[in-house]
């Protein structure tokens, strides 16, 4: 009899479950959809993939409260019939009656564990591949709607007349680039070819511009064909909360594998090659006659630079500036020469990727070449210079992290003064390192304290349901959703103390769990109540 009892409950509490969780899954899957629909441009063709990867992810939410809907309404619903009474009244222990809610909750606890840990990290990183399998048709499909598109989490905006996915061509080309607070520039290009290339953990975007024009604040020069890098983090997942807990691991184990840290560290490296650049130089120009030598990264032509002094630019970041007087001497493959001298003139770095180039700039140059009459021009621009291969390998990839966390100290690379803007990035580094470690910490244990959470909320709503018997049944639901609300208050105040550096991460680790226990100690309360009524 016990267990026809026990088939009729959990039969009754799997159908109002299973019914909530399709309906309030499909609720918020759509919600998670709309976003992403209007920030990706993503076509028909794939909102059903989409949403079928939104799912698993809705899930993890949707289950504890399906499960606390079903058991307080059917419970509620088992007492105010009087099948409880009629059950108790034949010997039947409260605790037997509980099993299959019981039952229900280390279900739904496991599960969540489950998907909180491994399946909705996976398919949002599902989701993210499928979007960025599309990367450029999405971004084709943008400049085909809106007639521009900006590259995710960077300066530069394109604008295009016409595009042409199949080639990946954009025609009518206007590259706008804004960094924050620093003066930007923009580039006309007859056209340029985009590619994007995915990583494991970031995005690159390559922009080849044909027959360009670069515009800055106060001059232009035509720059022929020129190559735009930049970086770009993952489209979905770029966040600690996105993970499964083997990439926490791997995040924890080494800093590049999270965009955030990366992007600060290749901020770092970027200055501090440009101030070895800056020292190198000045070093250079130091022994009489010298000049410093350059060449562009095909090859084409190579550069001869004499200055007076080379300055980090204060205004800009990643950029030097040349003082006077200033010699260029530009040779061709071809052995002609051309020759310009200045009194102003900027080198700045071309692009934030692995590998690094250079451009410089020379204001109102007077020129000559042999055989040609001397002249005067605006400007001269030089774009797609190689950095220098000795001060590079000293900036490698391999071991960056060590080498700009030292870079202002007495075992740093770069040698003599450090700037104030370099030293700044430096000192911000383990700070980052640190809030990334308390992330993983506290992303981990609220997974752990909502899905263990999970079942003494549902043992709750059973109790509640059958005290509430007499009332309104949805009254029950409402009442035992309160104790969940204050788990998730105190998840969320833990995990904002971990947020917090002058907060110990255990701190914030123990009002998580401190949450936990005083709902476990609400539920024995509950159930002592019962049992005495």
């Known amino acids: 009899m016990v267990f026809t009892l026990h088939r009729y409950i959990f039969r009754e509490l799997f159908r109002s479950f299973f019914l909530a969780t399709v309906v309030l899954t499909l609720m918020i899957s759509v919600g998670l959809l709309v976003p992403t629909l209007q920030d990706f441009g993503v076509g028909p063709g794939q909102i059903l993939h989409l949403l079928g990867y939104f799912m698993p992810i809705a899930l993890t939410f949707v289950l504890p409260m399906s499960a606390l809907f079903a058991s307080s309404l059917i419970y ?37 564990l489950i998907l909180s840990f491994y399946v909705a990290p996976a398919f949002i990183q599902r989701t993210e591949q499928s979007v960025k399998a599309n990367a450029e048709h999405i971004l084709f499909r943008n400049i085909e709607r809106k007639g521009s598109y900006t590259l995710p989490s960077s300066p530069y905006r394109l604008y295009a007349d016409r595009a042409n996915p199949e080639n990946n061509l954009l025609e009518g080309v206007v590259i706008v680039n804004l960094p924050t607070g620093e003066p930007g520039w923009l580039i006309t290009a007859e056209q340029a070819k985009v590619r994007i290339e995915t990583r494991s953990t970031f995005n690159k975007a390559t922009i080849v511009a ?23 983090p993952s489209l979905l997942s770029d966040s600690i909360k996105f993970q499964k807990i083997e990439q926490l691991k791997r995040i924890r184990a080494n800093k590049m594998n999270f965009f955030p840290v990366r992007k600060m560290i290749m901020e770092a490296r970027a200055q501090l090659a440009m101030e070895m650049l800056a020292h190198d130089i000045n070093i ?89 009459e001397p002249g005067k021009a605006v400007s001269k621009f030089v774009n797609n ?3 220098p291969q000795s001060l590079a390998d000293q900036v490698a990839m391999d071991g960056i992290m060590d080498t700009v966390s030292q870079a202002d100290t007495d075992a740093s690379v770069l040698e003599g003064p ?37 079942i003494a909320l549902i043992l709750t709503g059973i109790a509640l349901g059958i005290l509430f018997r007499g009332g309104h049944m949805l009254s029950a639901f409402g009442a035992s959703a309160i104790p969940g609300g204050v788990l998730v208050v105190f998840i969320l105040a833990g995990k904002e103390m971990t947020k917090n550096p002058s907060t110990p991460a255990m701190t914030g680790v123990s009002v998580m769990w401190i949450g936990l226990g005083v709902l476990a100690a609400l539920t024995l309360w509950i159930y002592r109540k019962l049992l005495r009524t």
Not at 210 to 232: K, L, M, P, S, V
Not at 432 to 444: C, H
Request: with cysteine; charged share 25%; glycine share 6%.
């Open 76 to 112: 509620g619903r088992f007492a105010a019939d009087r099948e409880l009474d009629a059950c108790r009244a034949s010997g039947i222990s409260l605790w037997t009656l509980i099993y299959p809610g019981l039952t229900l909750a280390i279900f739904v606890a496991a599960a969540n």
């Open 210 to 232: 044909r027959n360009a024009y670069r515009f800055n604040e106060n001059d232009w020069a035509q720059i022929g064909d020129t190559t735009i890098e930049t970086q770009f």
């Open 385 to 387: 210079v190689r950095f």
């Open 418 to 454: 450090r700037s104030g803007r370099l030293a700044a990035i430096c000192k911000r580094i383990p700070e980052q390192l640190e809030k990334v470690d308390n992330q993983i910490s506290s992303e981990i244990h609220s997974r752990l304290v909502l899905g263990m959470g999970s």
């Open 284 to 372: 250079q120009m130091q022994q009489t006659a010298a000049y410093y030598e350059l060449e562009e990264v095909d090859g084409s032509r190579s550069y001869h630079l004499s200055a007076a002094a080379c300055v980090e630019d204060f205004k800009k970041a990643n950029a030097l500036t040349l003082t006077g007087p200033i010699q260029l001497i530009q040779v061709d493959r071809s052995g002609m020469t051309v020759e310009y001298t200045s009194n102003e003139g900027h080198i700045e770095l071309e692009n934030d990727g692995e590998n690094l180039r250079l451009e410089m700039r020379l204001e109102n140059p007077s020129w000559k070449r042999p055989g040609v």
